[in-house]
């Protein structure tokens, strides 16, 4: 915790190491309250680097030795300043001897060496290194790790660390002791260790090449039974990366470990992945549809890692987007190709596209926005963001929409061929792309370096006579915090256009066939396409799978959009046009709610829309998992996104009106689908199965939108009979957001039955946490709940930031309670963990664009935590940037 100013880091204030490591011994004498680090590395000076001083970073540490080629070094022979230790008048190569104590159990941050429930576990990514001992922590110096732990053996039995396991043995005093070394040079934010009271279900693979690797997966005792489906999608990972870009598994072991207290989701640490209980653990009982699609999709991440991020990883860390940029691209990938349908795929980028709009569009439009590659920061664990991350993946994904798949591939072989364990930067990951393919990305790299959302205006023509159909796409950028202009960006769009009965046009262009989707590129800022040969009045499907993240406006009117609705043959932008029509009438019925003092009256959904709506419901040509995002509403956060004074409460009260309306008007319909979706038998979270499951659960959360008796009945019977998690939560969410009388009794019992299963008790506060009834004072009590506490995230989150960030009724209340709440929180968190701290500061991000009322009681409270004496970098920077 600092009180001095941060400082702010530049990009292009980059400058190489100053001295590069070879090797690293690390020696561990695990103990809570005070663990011995010994660290030994041989050094060398870096020829590239004019710096002749050796260069370490430490932070909470007690340095008691430093030795240099064996002679102890006094005050004098080195200089530290806050968490630099600097060694002037160094030897070319040198042998650097540290011995560090750190202290394991009252690191509440959960970076660097800390304990969970009593075990070590590390967290290193970004600079949790030098939390353990001194060491050129940045990730363009890469060394060969050999580690020796030591550990109490009755407490700690397992000890794991990178690579592979050397020896391991007794000694003294109950002790005993493994030595592990990981073949790869690594950066230091890859490393790893584990000691701890665990068990793992394990199995032998074999690799395409016919070598076998041992895979791992560690978990606490009484939590075997929910292992299989992590180990399953291990194997698929492998599988997949061999398939689909040739990469294989380079370890004889892979191990996942599973720990209750961690602050992110997981993390990629060589051949040592550790990972948040919740994206391990699962088991139909104990979680839902959406955990194991998590689980899928974060275990492939992190094992995609190993390649993208591990054997080529990141010169500095601006550079962030390279490894999570293009690993998300490759989970997103392998999590579609998992379902392997076109819907299927289709649903996993309506689903991308949902969390753009969601949470990416608004970073892009606040005052944390900032580019894919940053230009500054203060404290890099704020930018491990959906910019970063998601919209990185847009861009990797860009890269492959403009070559086409098989240039994509030719293009990340040369990329390995190329940088194969070196750290490098995002323009090296977009020059393999360009050479490998003789194309010119120069000025794709302004997605890189421009931050906000591009806006893409579209105006269409067609010429009867000349049979010519005329798109003119305009493109512009909103200026972002310290980025007043923007140049054009290279955009895909990909087009096509629907004859009256619905099908596609065969398009030409430039005398070119172009099939029936063509891949526009957009390089102006005012730029013409003319489709020839048009011989009827085409309704243009623009954008199709979300080419490009970007705003798309065109004046669609309701029958195009109908018409869209009804037959696109892109199921993403078949999606999109009923996310228009239902935007259409929210924004008009949050008017009305508004201007009518926030009170429900007189307000009407016309038929064209709710036709439209019944017709995709009961069309059983089409997968359930698609009609359910179809019939899924923009939610709250995207309504307010489109309007330049957000109520709050407006949005909710419109939202849920509709909601009412659509579940009495299609009363019937939702019932004959909630009754034809059933999946009676043995749960399986195939993609299938996950689909009725879903359609049939939101067609019960609709009929008990407007609830009557039955509806109740139904949710009750359906909480009564579940079989499953995702049925059970699916019924009670239902109770509790129809504030049925039942719902109280309902939660007592969910509860009771569940109380030794920590994730589900997170579901269980999440879910009153989110619930409108719920304001601060309910909050508040639920924080006494003896399963409560701010110390463990995924728990803190559950409550507090569910409650800040997902209930905007409860949170805005117009008194400001919330606020003041919310401030309260965060300087009590920020006093154990900045990271978590910091994540729940940004619900605060967008508080200019609300009702003046409110924005003076948010300003209030953002000035509240800014005032604090004592505060993190990582929260200072939020509300600093937030207040500017
Ligand atoms: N690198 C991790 C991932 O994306 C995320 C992470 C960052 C985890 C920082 C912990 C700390 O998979
Ligand atoms: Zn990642």
């Known amino acids: 915790m600092r009180t001095d100013t941060p400082q702010t880091i530049y990009r292009k204030d980059y400058t190489a190491p100053s001295y590069l490591v070879d090797t690293v011994e690390l020696g561990f004498d695990l103990d809570p309250a005070r663990t011995v680090v010994a660290n030994r590395m041989t050094v060398r000076r870096n ?56 202290v394991p159990e009252s690191n509440t941050t959960l970076s660097g060496l800390y304990t969970s429930n009593g075990s070590f576990y590390t967290q290193c990514e970004a600079e949790g290194f030098r939390r353990i ?115 294989e598994l380079d370890l004889d072991r892979f191990m996942i470990v599973a720990v209750g207290d961690f602050n992110m989701g997981a993390m990629e640490n060589k051949g040592l992945n550790i990972f948040n209980t919740k994206f391990v653990l699962a088991n139909p009982r104990v979680a839902t549809d959406v955990d ?39 989970d997103q990938e392998f999590s579609a190709d998992m379902i392997g349908t076109n819907t299927g795929r289709a649903v996993t980028r309506i689903d991308q596209v949902r969390t ?44 492959q929409t403009l070559l086409g798949r098989e240039a994509f591939r030719k293009g990340m072989d040369l990329y390995f061929q190329r940088h194969d364990e070196q750290a490098v930067t995002c323009d090296d990951f977009r020059l393999a792309m360009a050479d490998a393919n003789g194309r010119d990305l120069t000025q794709f790299e302004r997605w890189y370096s421009q931050a906000g959302t591009p806006v893409v205006q579209a105006e269409t023509r067609w010429d009867e006579q000349a049979q010519t159909y005329t798109l003119r796409l305009i493109q512009s950028c909103p200026s972002t915090p310290g980025q007043p202009e923007k140049l054009p960006f290279h955009i895909p769009v990909a087009v096509g256009l629907l004859g009256r009965d619905g099908r596609d046009l065969p398009l030409t262009v430039d005398g070119k066939n172009l099939g029936t989707t063509a891949v526009l590129e957009l390089t102006d800022s005012d730029q013409t396409f003319v489709f020839t040969g048009v011989t009827e009045q085409p309704t243009p499907s623009i954008l199709r799978d979300f080419s490009a993240p970007v705003i798309l406006k065109h004046g669609y009117s309701d029958a195009e959009l109908v018409h869209l609705f009804s037959h696109d043959s892109d199921p ?85 009106f509709v909601r009412a309306d659509i579940g009495a008007r299609l009363r019937t319909e939702l019932l004959a689908q909630y009754d034809a979706n059933q999946t009676p038998g043995e749960y399986s979270p195939d993609a299938e199965s996950i689909g009725k499951r879903a359609l049939k659960n939101l067609a019960l959360a609709y009929l008990n939108a407007a609830p009557d008796e039955a509806s109740l009945a139904l949710a009750q019977k359906q909480f009564d009979g579940a079989t499953n998690m995702t049925d059970r939560v699916a019924a009670l969410s239902a109770l ?75 949170f805005h209340a117009p008194d400001g309670s919330g606020y003041g709440f919310w401030a309260e929180q965060v300087i009590a968190l920020d006093a154990l963990n900045p990271q978590v701290a910091s994540r729940l500061a940004r619900a605060m991000d967008r508080w200019r664009r609300y009702t003046p009322d409110l924005q003076a009681h948010m300003k209030r409270a953002l000035q509240q935590v800014a005032g604090q004496a004592k505060l993190s970098n990582d929260v200072r920077e939020v509300v600093s940037k937030a207040l500017a």
């Open 356 to 399: 753009l709009r969601q949470a990416q569009f608004p970073e892009d439009a606040g005052p944390m926005a900032h580019p894919v590659r940053p230009d500054s920061f203060v404290e890099i664990n704020n930018f491990y963001t959906v910019t970063v991350y998601e919209k990185g993946a847009e861009v990797v994904r860009m890269v």
């Open 133 to 247: 001992t001194y060491f050129p922590d940045r990730p363009d110096v890469m060394a060969r790790f050999t580690v020796m732990l030591r550990a109490d053996k009755d407490k700690y039995p397992v000890l794991l660390s990178n690579g592979n396991l050397i020896e391991e043995g007794d000694l003294d005093n109950g002790r005993h002791y493994a030595l592990w070394e990981d073949p790869f040079k690594k950066p230091s934010y890859l490393f790893a260790l584990v000691a701890a009271r665990l068990v793992c279900q394990e199995e032998n693979f074999e690799l395409a090449d016919g070598r076998t690797a041992l895979l791992q997966v560690w978990v606490e005792e009484g939590n075997l039974d929910k292992t299989d489906y992590a180990m399953q999608s291990l194997k698929h990972s492998i599988r997949w990366d061999e398939e689909r870009w040739n990469l």
């Open 736 to 810: 509790v957001h129809a504030r049925a009388p039942a719902a109280a009794d309902a939660l007592q019992r969910f509860y009771d039955e569940f109380q030794g299963e920590a994730l589900v008790v997170d579901k269980w506060f999440a879910m009153q946490a989110a619930a409108p009834t719920t304001d601060v004072a309910r909050v508040r009590e639920l924080m006494t709940h003896k399963a409560f506490t701010l110390r463990n995230p995924n728990r803190a989150r559950s409550l507090v930031s569910t409650f800040c960030a997902g209930n905007a009724v409860g």
């Open 572 to 656: 993403v932008n078949r999606w999109e046009a009923g996310q228009r029509l239902a935007m259409s009438r929210l924004l008009k019925l949050t008017g009305q709610v508004a201007g009518a003092g926030n009170v429900v009256d007189r307000l009407d959904l016309d038929d064209t829309f709710v036709d439209a709506m019944r017709k995709i419901l009961v069309d059983d040509t089409l997968d359930p998992s698609f009609r359910e995002q179809a019939l899924l509403l923009p939610t709250e956060s995207m309504i307010a996104d489109q309007l330049d004074v957000v109520d709050p409460l407006a949005i909710h009260l419109a939202r849920q």
């Open 47 to 102: 020829p590239a680097s004019a710096q002749r001083e050796i260069e370490l970073y430490g932070e909470d540490i007690e340095l008691v030795t430093l030795r240099l080629n064996g002679r102890t070094l006094g005050e004098g022979d080195y200089v530290i300043e806050g968490t630099l230790l600097r060694i002037p008048n160094a030897p070319e190569e040198a042998t650097l001897e540290i011995e560090t104590i750190c």
């Open 292 to 330: 194991f699609q998590g689980i899928e999709a974060v275990v492939g991440h992190e094992y995609f890692h190993n390649w993208t991020g591990n054997r080529v990883t990141c010169r500095d860390w601006f550079q962030l987007s390279l490894k999570e940029g293009l690993t998300v691209f490759r």
